[in-house]
């Protein structure tokens, strides 16, 4: 199957459809691959734009760091593309930054905000780069009280899931981390969270992938049973 080209993705993400044949638009309707796509780099936007709100600075990344993000991803470098005619004004408008991010994305590196560090431009190639490839805003199941943070990092070829939990007291259990399929049927049980209610949970990579992108935090009964609880304290979306 030949996808949509990953610079147009980005102009996608970027809410401008208009450089996309009814073809295309259709085809990323229907592809799991390139909606994917879409969503994270929605979400490298999303998390570049908090970032600039939230006062720190975005550095260019230093030698090797690129490449460093890359091998920390598991991923092989992108190709440059072949030279084309620019036919599309899109492809003018869409931050280089994103464009390489959709790059990447296509070798299943996931939102590559890391592309872009947060920090005093002073870092050393020495350094271990950690990737922040999603995040979201946890709350109650209702969405009317907020429930803390979690975040997917990678780095040193590893996959975390960080969770910053508040406001979760509920007597009787503990609380316990899941991934849950966007088709609502599947789960996979990540671990206990600590008694002041956060932990880093090491995540499968392809699990992102396959649609387990909502993060649930539960409360179990010390009752030996594995299977969630059916008591949902908070939730959110990667």
Not at 15 to 20: A, H, I, K, T
Request: include cysteine.
């Amino acid at each position: 199957m030949e996808h949509v080209d990953d610079e147009l993705l980005a102009a996608l993400a970027l809410g401008d459809d208009d450089e996309l044949t009814a073809g295309e638009r259709a085809h990323v309707a229907g592809c799991d691959r390139c909606r994917l796509m879409v969503d994270e780099l929605r979400g490298t936007l999303a998390l570049t734009r908090a970032t600039a709100d939230s006062g720190e600075r975005l550095v260019a990344p230093g030698p090797g760091v690129r490449e460093r993000v890359l091998s920390a991803a598991s991923v092989p470098a992108p190709v440059p593309p072949a030279p084309r005619s620019a036919t599309r004004s899109a492809l003018r408008r869409v931050p280089a930054w994103l464009a390489v991010a959709a790059s990447v994305t296509a070798f299943g590196a996931g939102g590559v905000a890391g592309l872009l560090i947060a920090g005093n431009g002073d870092e050393s190639p020495s350094t271990p780069v950690a990737v922040v490839v999603a995040k979201t805003e946890l709350s109650t199941l209702s969405g009317d009280a907020a429930r803390g943070s979690a975040q997917v990092v990678r780095g040193d070829g590893r996959t975390t899931l960080q969770v910053r939990a508040t406001s979760l007291a509920q007597g009787g259990g503990t609380h316990e981390v899941w991934l849950i399929n966007e088709d609502g049927k599947r789960m996979v049980a990540l671990g206990f969270l600590s008694p002041q209610d956060d932990g880093s949970f090491l995540v499968p990579a392809h699990l992102l992938a396959e649609g387990y992108r909502i993060v649930d935090v539960s409360v179990e009964p010390d009752d030996g049973n594995p299977v969630h609880s059916g008591t949902s304290l908070a939730r959110g979306r990667l």
